[in-house]
């Protein structure tokens, strides 16, 4: 029943912009974890950000930190991947995860539950 659905995707230019966003429904999502992931092709599915349930506290990757900024809307049971300054390595499928583990470091049991994925391609 639990459901994680990401949109926001799409095509942008070098230096563009997008806000993705995963709605969650069949969780309590206020008690869970979330983290942002992605997986570019050839390369392993690695975790760009996460954000605790407890505190809000974020992580994220060294090479978007400054650049991607996590949050969430309990109320909407929503989290979000505002992304800027997008750079082509950015290009990859994102996915939003949920879990009651460790948010970050990435660990193998961490988040239990996923959504389906949302392309990002950054290209001229």
């Known amino acids: 029943q639990v459901q994680l659905v990401e949109s926001g995707g799409g095509l942008v230019q070098p230096g563009g912009s997008l806000r993705l966003s995963c709605a969650a429904s069949?969780?309590?999502?206020?008690?869970?974890?979330m983290g942002w992931f992605r997986q570019a092709p050839g390369k392993e599915r690695e975790l760009v950000s996460a954000i605790s349930w407890i505190n809000g506290d974020t992580n994220y990757l060294d090479s978007v930190k400054g650049r991607f900024a996590i949050s969430r809307d309990n109320a909407k049971n929503t989290v979000y991947l505002q992304m800027n300054s997008l750079k082509p390595e950015d290009t990859a499928v994102y996915y939003c995860?949920?879990?009651?583990?460790?948010?970050?470091?990435?660990?193998?049991?961490?988040?239990?539950?996923w959504g389906q994925g949302t392309q990002v391609t950054v290209s001229l």
């Open positions: 995860a949920a879990g009651r583990g460790p948010p970050w470091p990435e660990s193998q049991n961490a988040y239990n539950y």
């Open positions: 069949g969780l309590t999502f206020s008690a869970y974890n």
